[in-house]
């Protein structure tokens, strides 16, 4: 039997379209290097895969720009003049817009506004300075709300820690106040300062009531 014919179309799994990729390629590679040695043949052979990957093959004792310079000399051609004049119009197209980027930059600034621009172009001008004048300040409004809300946040933060703070001050002025019956258990002699000191200041406060004290008055 036979093997059949292969329809020649994309590969569409990508692990065989690699495979593939692979096996024909070391094929032409194989079959360039025959050429060379059977036929004494010069040959550049670059292969770019689907990735963009290039795989090349040169024939010994030259080079791709000498088989390219041959090349161009074989058909009268100059394809390097060709890609220059390309790059030459490519630069020039660059530029044109460049300059015009500049310009547009110095009318913004209030710059070549009498020579280069007629009313048309000034009424655009104005309503792309208006739109642009919009966008900015809807830009520094957002900053703005931006930066208060984050001061809110820091005044917050700092009003929680100070309550904080404030908690624990109390709490622990409550535990020195206790710590006189509760850590020594001196209960008794607390009771007895207290009652010392209520002792010693109601003499003054009835002296104070009864004025015939002071003049030492008989009973």
């Known amino acids: 039997m036979g093997n059949g014919k292969i329809e020649i179309k994309r ?22 290097q025959e050429l060379t040695v059977l036929c004494d043949a010069k040959i550049s052979l670059l292969i770019f895969s689907s990735k963009g990957k290039c795989n090349e093959y040169i024939s010994p004792n030259t080079t791709t720009k000498k088989i390219y310079d041959q090349y161009q000399n074989t058909l009268g051609i100059d394809l390097w003049n060709t890609h220059y004049e390309s790059m030459q119009e490519q630069w020039r197209k660059l530029k044109e817009i460049n300059d015009k980027l500049r310009r547009e930059t110095g009318q913004r600034k209030g710059g070549d506004l ?48 100070y309550g904080d703070l404030l908690l624990k001050y109390e709490a622990k002025c409550e535990d020195t106040w206790f710590g006189l019956t509760a850590d020594h258990g001196d209960y008794n002699s607390a009771v007895g300062f207290a009652n010392e000191a209520c002792n010693l200041y109601a003499p003054r406060l009835q002296a104070a009531g009864h004025p015939d004290l002071h003049h030492g008055g008989a009973f």
């Open 11 to 32: 590969i569409e799994n990508p692990t065989n379209r690699q495979v593939t990729y692979s096996k024909r390629r070391n094929g032409l590679f194989k079959k360039a």
């Open 114 to 161: 009498m020579s280069y621009l007629s009313f048309d172009e000034l009424r655009r001008l104005e309503q792309n300075m208006a739109a642009s004048l919009t966008t900015i300040r809807d830009r520094k409004y957002h900053v703005i709300k931006t930066q208060t809300e984050t001061c809110k946040k820091k005044v917050r933060n700092l009003e929680e820690r």
